[in-house]
C-alpha cells in the first residue's frame, strides 16, 4: 500500500516567518502535485513535480521533489496571512492520486 | 468555465435516512473520482470512474454507499441507509484522461451531517 506522511500535522508562526513542511513515502511515484484547501473549499492545485530533483518555484513557494522521487517539500518565505490553510501532498499512482493528511498552516498577522 | 459543481452544499439528516450527492464535472473531463474527508482519516478516494465506468470502488466503505455515472457531465454518491459516522466532507474532483500527471480539479464538496 502506498503512503504518503506529511509533516508536521500543524504548523503556527508569525507573519515574515519562513517555513517547510515535508511529504514523505517508501514508495516511488511518477509524479507528486501539492494542493492547498482553505476552509469550505475543495482543494486546490498548486504544482506538479515529475522529475527527481526538480526545483519549482511559485512567487514565495519553492516545491522540491526528491532525487529518488518519493519525497517533497514545499518551503515558504515570508508567510502572509493569507497562506493560511491545508497543504496535501499527492503521489501519482496508476490513473489517480494517494493523498497525505496534510499540513495545517496558520499565519498569524 | 465553471469548475466541478456539486450540490447540495450542506445536508443535513437523520439516521436511516437516504442521501444523494450529486456532482458535475467540468466538460472535457472523463475521470470522475468521489472522496471522503475527516479529520482523523484526511482526504479518502472513494471511487472513480473513466468514461463513465467505474474503475476502482475499493474505497467504498460498505454496501450502503453506492454511486453511479449514467453519462459524461453528471454522477451521484448514495448512501442508504445513512448513520452518523457517515458524517465528513463529500469531494467531487475530475481530471482528463491524457493529461501526463492526473491533475484533479475540485468541487466545493458537500458537508454531510448525520444526527
Known amino acids: 500500500t502506498q503512503l504518503l506522511e506529511q509533516s508536521p500535522q500543524f504548523l503556527s508562526i508569525q507573519e515574515g516567518e519562513n517555513l517547510t513542511v515535508y511529504c514523505n513515502s517508501s514508495s516511488v511515484f511518477s509524479s507528486l502535485q501539492w494542493y492547498r484547501q482553505e476552509p469550505g473549499e475543495g482543494p486546490v492545485l498548486l504544482v506538479t513535480v515529475v522529475t527527481g530533483g526538480e526545483v519549482k518555484k511559485l512567487k514565495r513557494l519553492t516545491f522540491q521533489f526528491g532525487d529518488a522521487r518519493k519525497d517533497s517539500s514545499l518551503h515558504i518565505t515570508a508567510a502572509q496571512p493569507g497562506d493560511t490553510g491545508l497543504y496535501l501532498c499527492a503521489g501519482g499512482s496508476q490513473g489517480n492520486l494517494i493523498f497525505g493528511k496534510g499540513t495545517k498552516l496558520s499565519v498569524k498577522p | 468555465d465553471a469548475g466541478v459543481i456539486q450540490s447540495p452544499r450542506h445536508e443535513v439528516t437523520e439516521m436511516g435516512q437516504e442521501v444523494t450527492l450529486r456532482c458535475k464535472p467540468i466538460s472535457g473531463h472523463n475521470s470522475l473520482f468521489w472522496y471522503r474527508q475527516t479529520m482523523m482519516r484526511g482526504l479518502e478516494l472513494l471511487i472513480y470512474?473513466?468514461?463513465?465506468?467505474?474503475?476502482?470502488d475499493s474505497g467504498m466503505p460498505e454496501d450502503r454507499f453506492s454511486a453511479k455515472m449514467p453519462n459524461a457531465s453528471f454522477s451521484t454518491l448514495k448512501i442508504q441507509p445513512s448513520e452518523p459516522r457517515d458524517s465528513a466532507v463529500y469531494f467531487c474532483a475530475s481530471s482528463r484522461t491524457g493529461t501526463p500527471y492526473n491533475e484533479q480539479f475540485f468541487g466545493p464538496g458537500t458537508r454531510l451531517t448525520v444526527l
Open positions: 470512474f473513466n468514461n463513465n465506468v467505474p474503475i476502482d
